[in-house]
């Protein structure tokens, strides 16, 4: 079979949720890799999105975060305020998967407003949402998006959300409970924060595409870990439930 | 006690220029034929509040009915941008539009304490963020029993709640269930309540989870049947997603919107 590179983005990303039992689930390539988990390697694993759903089992990929589908589908649904309260802030969730709009090497998110030179108004982008609080508290957190200099860069114009600060120790010195972003996944490879310095690191790459290519698309010098591996090229079981939720089709 | 009228009366008797307004509802419910009422009776200066902007800001927000935002994500869900608010945010088009910028939870800890009626509300957030740096209603406190050092938020006590609802009975009870938000909390911090809804029952059989509103916190019920569309009331209509992509197009360009809404909201007053 063959597929293209945002399949192996997203295909990754659902892998990187092996062993995780609760996940809170962002809009968009974070719910495509989310609900791809829970088509192939986790079946097990609950599906939390803000809109106050606890355990959603959707059949189709929603379009947004309060579709039907992830009520009519869950085990519990609670107010607004109750989710984020009573189950993020309580530390009960184990993985946070959120998207970004800019991203940079400690994997700090900007989804506010993005610096567009002198004299010209700052663009918007859509806001927090629920991605400070989500970073904080979850055990750790994926992060997932397109890998571009535009994505990744040297330094962001506002940071929305915490990733690891400004380094090593920062998230404790800000008293953020959860570990934070453990991997970036792109359509290039995988990124994951080294041990020491807390900065993203290529660790990964996907079939077909090179360092090189991974490095020339960040907006940092990024370092490349010793001991690169190469993914897994997706499954045909993969890469057909993928298939299956992006045309909208009810579980095989 | 919740007086059933007309939902042309309704918003004329209790929303009025210059007001805070939330018009809440989390992707479900949200109270678009209130939204259409208001701006064909040119209500302006409005300080509109609510967590998810959505489609329904958008098109106030382009109709210039609203002078401030105080929002926490600004978005076409699953779409992309809100393309009216981009365009008043970035150019002032039609009006410039001042924003407090807050995350979920911040917002949904300010209704919380305005339902509660206590000035502020505390919660583990914002730490090491730029949001606090831009807005005047996010500080910290200290706990005075740990030392913990906590983010605390301006309660949110709009002059009128808007809210749409599956069902009211005669009396004026109203019913809600599905995803049901924050609109209990935003309802309850408000001067005035205005509900539409998708109908009138004799007796409000119970729904699994559903929030109930006595009608002795509401003010007026007006029925709006689809009155949350292109949104949804659970059990009654579904989310009309087709819309929401269209959006997109019909919101890019002002003409094209402005032809939309002259179309679509506006002949419905002649």
Same mark, same amino acid.
């Given at each position: 079979?063959?597929?293209?590179?945002?399949?192996?983005?997203?295909?990754?990303?659902?892998?990187?949720?092996?062993?995780?039992?609760?996940?809170?689930?962002?809009?968009?390539?974070?719910?495509?890799?989310?609900?791809?988990?829970?088509?192939?390697?986790?079946?097990?694993?609950?599906?939390?999105?803000?809109?106050?759903?606890? $355990?959603?089992?959707?059949? =189709? !990929? &929603?379009?947004?975060? *309060?579709?039907? %589908?992830? /009520?009519?589908?869950?085990?519990? @649904?609670?107010?607004?305020?109750?989710?984020?309260?009573?189950?993020?802030?309580?530390?009960?969730?184990?993985?946070?998967?959120?998207?970004?709009?800019?991203?940079?090497?400690?994997?700090?998110?900007?989804?506010?407003?993005?610096?567009?030179?002198? $004299?010209?108004?700052?663009? =918007? !982008? &859509?806001?927090?949402? *629920?991605?400070? %609080?989500? /970073?904080?508290?979850?055990?750790? @957190?994926?992060?997932?998006?397109?890998?571009?200099?535009?994505?990744?860069?040297?330094?962001?114009?506002?940071?929305?959300?915490?990733?690891?600060?400004?380094?090593?120790?920062?998230?404790?010195?800000?008293?953020?409970?959860?570990?934070?972003?453990?991997?970036?996944?792109?359509?290039?490879?995988?990124?994951?924060?080294?041990?020491?310095?807390?900065?993203?690191?290529?660790?990964? @790459?996907?079939?077909?595409?090179?360092?090189?290519?991974?490095?020339?698309?960040?907006?940092?010098?990024?370092?490349?870990?010793?001991?690169?591996?190469?993914?897994?090229?997706?499954?045909?079981?993969?890469?057909?439930?993928?298939?299956?939720?992006?045309?909208?089709?009810?579980?095989? | 006690?919740?007086?059933?009228?007309?939902?042309?009366?309704?918003?004329?008797?209790?929303?009025?220029?210059?007001?805070?307004?939330?018009?809440?509802?989390?992707?479900?419910?949200?109270?678009?034929?209130?939204?259409?009422?208001?701006?064909?009776?040119?209500?302006?200066?409005?300080?509109?509040?609510?967590?998810?902007?959505?489609?329904?800001?958008?098109?106030?927000?382009?109709?210039?009915?609203?002078?401030?935002?105080?929002?926490?994500?600004?978005?076409?869900?699953?779409?992309?941008?809100?393309?009216?608010?981009?365009?008043?945010?970035?150019?002032?088009?039609?009006?410039?539009?001042?924003?407090?910028?807050?995350?979920?939870?911040?917002?949904?800890?300010?209704?919380?304490?305005?339902?509660?009626?206590?000035?502020?509300?505390?919660?583990?957030?914002?730490?090491?963020?730029?949001?606090?740096?831009?807005?005047?209603?996010?500080?910290?406190?200290?706990?005075?029993?740990?030392?913990?050092?906590?983010?605390?938020?301006?309660?949110?006590?709009?002059?009128?709640?808007?809210?749409?609802?599956?069902?009211?009975?005669?009396?004026?009870?109203?019913?809600?269930?599905?995803?049901?938000?924050?609109?209990?909390?935003?309802?309850?911090?408000?001067?005035?309540?205005?509900?539409?809804?998708?109908?009138?029952?004799?007796?409000?059989?119970?729904?699994?989870?559903?929030?109930?509103?006595?009608?002795?916190?509401?003010?007026?019920?007006?029925?709006?049947?689809?009155?949350?569309?292109?949104?949804?009331?659970?059990?009654?209509?579904?989310?009309?997603?087709?819309?929401?992509?269209?959006?997109?197009?019909?919101?890019?360009?002002?003409?094209?919107?402005?032809?939309?809404?002259?179309?679509?909201?506006?002949?419905?007053?002649?």
């Amino acid at each position: 079979m063959t597929w293209t590179s945002d399949e192996l983005m997203t295909v990754n990303a659902a892998r990187a949720l092996a062993g995780a039992r609760t996940c809170f689930v962002g809009i968009g390539l974070p719910s495509a890799a989310a609900n791809l988990a829970r088509r192939t390697t986790e079946p097990g694993l609950v599906l939390i999105y803000e809109s106050g759903t606890l $355990g959603s089992k959707p059949s =189709r !990929l &929603p379009l947004s975060i *309060g579709d039907g %589908e992830l /009520a009519d589908t869950a085990d519990a @649904v609670v107010s607004v305020p109750e989710i984020f309260n009573y189950w993020l802030q309580a530390g009960r969730i184990d993985v946070g998967f959120l998207g970004a709009a800019q991203v940079d090497r400690f994997a700090n998110v900007n989804t506010t407003v993005v610096d567009r030179g002198p $004299g010209r108004p700052e663009g =918007r !982008l &859509p806001g927090a949402g *629920g991605a400070p %609080e989500i /970073a904080a508290s979850c055990g750790k @957190v994926l992060l997932v998006l397109r890998h571009s200099t535009r994505n990744l860069v040297r330094r962001l114009d506002f940071v929305t959300t915490v990733g690891h600060g400004d380094g090593p120790g920062s998230r404790a010195r800000l008293g953020l409970p959860g570990a934070g972003p453990v991997a970036v996944i792109t359509d290039l490879g995988i990124m994951r924060p080294d041990p020491e310095t807390a900065e993203l690191t290529l660790t990964d @790459v996907h079939p077909g595409t090179t360092p090189e290519q991974a490095v020339a698309a960040t907006g940092w010098p990024l370092a490349v870990a010793p001991g690169l591996r190469v993914t897994e090229p997706p499954t045909e079981t993969e890469l057909t439930a993928l298939r299956r939720l992006a045309q909208g089709a009810p579980d095989a | 006690m919740a007086e059933i009228r007309s939902l042309r009366d309704a918003v004329a008797g209790l929303v009025h220029s210059g007001d805070t307004v939330a018009m809440e509802g989390f992707t479900h419910l949200i109270p678009f034929a209130a939204a259409h009422e208001m701006i064909r009776q040119r209500v302006s200066d409005l300080t509109l509040v609510r967590m998810t902007p959505d489609v329904i800001y958008d098109q106030l927000i382009g109709m210039g009915a609203a002078r401030k935002l105080v929002f926490s994500w600004g978005g076409n869900p699953g779409v992309g941008s809100l393309h009216r608010f981009r365009d008043a945010v970035e150019n002032g088009w039609p009006r410039p539009l001042e924003l407090d910028e807050h995350s979920h939870a911040g917002m949904a800890n300010r209704y919380v304490a305005g339902a509660s009626r206590l000035p502020f509300a505390v919660l583990r957030g914002y730490r090491g963020s730029d949001l606090p740096s831009r807005s005047g209603t996010i500080s910290t406190v200290v706990c005075p029993f740990t030392g913990e050092e906590l983010a605390a938020v301006a309660a949110i006590n709009p002059d009128v709640t808007v809210i749409h609802a599956q069902r009211a009975d005669r009396d004026g009870n109203v019913q809600l269930w599905g995803l049901v938000g924050v609109q209990k909390e935003a309802a309850l911090a408000a001067s005035r309540v205005l509900v539409t809804v998708e109908e009138i029952v004799d007796d409000l059989t119970p729904a699994p989870g559903a929030v109930v509103l006595p009608s002795w916190t509401v003010d007026a019920v007006a029925v709006a049947p689809n009155g949350a569309h292109p949104s949804y009331a659970a059990g009654y209509t579904v989310r009309d997603n087709g819309f929401y992509q269209s959006w997109d197009a019909v919101s890019r360009d002002r003409d094209a919107f402005l032809r939309w809404m002259d179309e679509n909201v506006l002949e419905g007053a002649r």
